[in-house]
Protein backbone atom coordinates (compact mmCIF):
# COMPACT_ATOMS: atom_id res chain seq x y z
CA UNK A 1 0.00 0.00 0.00
CA UNK A 2 1.48 3.16 -0.87
CA UNK A 3 0.77 5.26 2.02
CA UNK A 4 1.41 2.73 4.34
CA UNK A 5 4.28 5.67 6.01
CA UNK A 6 1.20 7.81 6.50
CA UNK A 7 -1.21 5.34 8.16
CA UNK A 8 1.61 4.21 10.51
CA UNK A 9 2.76 7.92 11.43
CA UNK A 10 -1.16 9.01 11.98
CA UNK A 11 -1.66 5.84 14.06
CA UNK A 12 1.63 6.04 16.24
CA UNK A 13 0.23 10.15 16.36
CA UNK A 14 -3.11 9.74 17.33
CA UNK A 15 -3.63 6.38 18.96
CA UNK A 16 -0.02 6.70 20.95
CA UNK A 17 -1.95 7.33 25.00
CA UNK A 18 -4.74 4.84 25.38
CA UNK A 19 -6.02 7.13 28.03
CA UNK A 20 -7.20 9.69 25.50
CA UNK A 21 -9.44 7.43 23.53
CA UNK A 22 -13.09 5.86 24.55
CA UNK A 23 -12.88 1.93 24.41
CA UNK A 24 -13.70 1.58 20.69
CA UNK A 25 -13.26 3.72 18.35
CA UNK A 26 -13.39 4.22 14.42
CA UNK A 27 -11.88 6.89 12.77
CA UNK A 28 -12.27 8.34 8.95
CA UNK A 29 -8.88 8.74 8.41
CA UNK A 30 -8.71 4.45 8.44
CA UNK A 31 -11.87 4.20 5.27
CA UNK A 32 -10.96 2.05 3.00
CA UNK A 33 -12.82 1.24 -0.51
CA UNK A 34 -11.78 -2.45 -0.29
CA UNK A 35 -11.49 -5.31 2.48
CA UNK A 36 -8.01 -6.33 1.38
CA UNK A 37 -6.79 -3.05 1.37
CA UNK A 38 -7.36 -2.71 5.23
CA UNK A 39 -6.78 -5.48 5.99
CA UNK A 40 -3.06 -4.85 4.47
CA UNK A 41 -3.23 -1.74 7.02
CA UNK A 42 -4.04 -3.48 9.81
CA UNK A 43 -1.46 -6.21 9.61
CA UNK A 44 0.84 -3.69 8.84
CA UNK A 45 0.06 -1.62 11.73
CA UNK A 46 -0.10 -4.50 14.27
CA UNK A 47 3.52 -5.47 13.04
CA UNK A 48 5.11 -1.61 12.79
CA UNK A 49 3.70 0.33 15.46
CA UNK A 50 4.87 0.20 18.90
CA UNK A 51 1.45 1.29 20.08
CA UNK A 52 -0.50 -1.41 18.64
CA UNK A 53 -0.42 -3.88 21.65
CA UNK A 54 -2.72 -1.68 23.56
CA UNK A 55 -5.19 -2.07 21.10
CA UNK A 56 -6.98 -4.41 18.99
CA UNK A 57 -7.71 -3.73 15.92
CA UNK A 58 -10.39 -5.25 13.61
CA UNK A 59 -11.49 -4.57 9.88
CA UNK A 60 -15.45 -4.04 9.89
CA UNK A 61 -17.69 -2.61 7.15
CA UNK A 62 -20.11 -0.12 8.24
CA UNK A 63 -22.98 1.55 6.76
CA UNK A 64 -23.13 4.68 9.24
CA UNK A 65 -25.12 8.06 9.32
CA UNK A 66 -24.59 10.82 7.31
CA UNK A 67 -21.44 11.87 8.97
CA UNK A 68 -18.93 8.98 7.57
CA UNK A 69 -19.27 7.45 4.50
CA UNK A 70 -19.86 3.88 3.61
CA UNK A 71 -16.98 1.38 3.35
CA UNK A 72 -14.21 -0.49 4.87
CA UNK A 73 -13.06 1.00 8.34
CA UNK A 74 -10.02 0.18 10.72
CA UNK A 75 -11.41 0.23 14.65
CA UNK A 76 -9.69 0.57 17.34
CA UNK A 77 -10.28 -0.92 20.95
CA UNK A 78 -8.86 -0.46 23.87
CA UNK A 79 -7.29 -3.95 25.23
CA UNK A 80 -8.79 -4.33 28.62
CA UNK A 81 -6.71 -5.55 31.12
CA UNK A 82 -7.76 -9.00 32.80
CA UNK A 83 -7.81 -8.36 36.82
CA UNK A 84 -5.14 -11.19 38.12
CA UNK A 85 -6.20 -13.57 41.08
CA UNK A 86 -4.62 -11.12 43.48
CA UNK A 87 -7.01 -8.25 42.30
CA UNK A 88 -10.17 -10.48 42.15
CA UNK A 89 -10.17 -11.49 45.88
CA UNK A 90 -9.45 -15.41 44.84
CA UNK A 91 -5.97 -15.55 45.80
CA UNK A 92 -4.92 -18.93 47.32
CA UNK A 93 -2.76 -18.17 50.66
Do not use: C
Amino acid sequence: MNNSKEYLDFFNHEYKDPSTHSAYSTNSNFRFESRSDALEVKNMLQTRSPHAKQYELSVEYINPNQSMQVGWYITVRKVVAKPSDDQTGNSKK
